[in-house]
Nanobody
Framework: QVQLVESGGGLVQAGGSLRLSCAASGRAFNTYTAAWFRQAPGKEREFVARISRRGNITDYADSVKGRFTTSRDNAKNTVYLQMNSLKPEDTAVYYC???????????????WGQGTQVTVSS
């Protein structure tokens, strides 16, 4: 099993930047796909970004392309989400998730962090 802990959330003004971290423990992390999701109040959880086990393949939701970048440092068992040019509509609880497969539907991701709040003020 894998335990995931997100950190780095907080309050930031529109146009600012924030970097989230997802630290993994429990077993080797370099065999897992990692992904980021977010959930705003009253809305369903949505996909944000995904990164392959080696970090060589990434993809992003259209709403964050060009603004967000995900990366990983497997030596530190940590995945990052760099968020630039933040908008108020980015306000949500951000979650990291992990699976050993690539094309995993959100409902089937077996490992989840507890979430970290990101609030973007206007």
């Amino acid at each position: 099993q894998v335990q995931l802990v997100e950190s780095g959330g907080g309050l930031v003004q529109a146009g600012g930047s924030l970097r989230l971290s997802c630290a993994a423990s429990g077993r080797a992390f370099n065999t897992y796909t990692a992904a980021w999701f977010r959930q705003a109040p009253g809305k369903e959880r949505e996909f944000v970004a995904r990164i392959s086990r080696r970090g060589n393949i990434t993809d992003y939701a259209d709403s964050v392309k060009g603004r967000f970048t995900t990366s990983r440092d497997n030596a530190k068992n940590t995945v990052y989400l760099q968020m630039n040019s933040l908008k108020p509509e980015d306000t949500a609880v951000y979650y990291c998730a992990a699976d050993w497969n690539w094309n995993t539907p959100i409902a089937r991701y077996p490992y989840w962090g507890q979430g970290t709040q990101v609030t973007v003020s206007s």
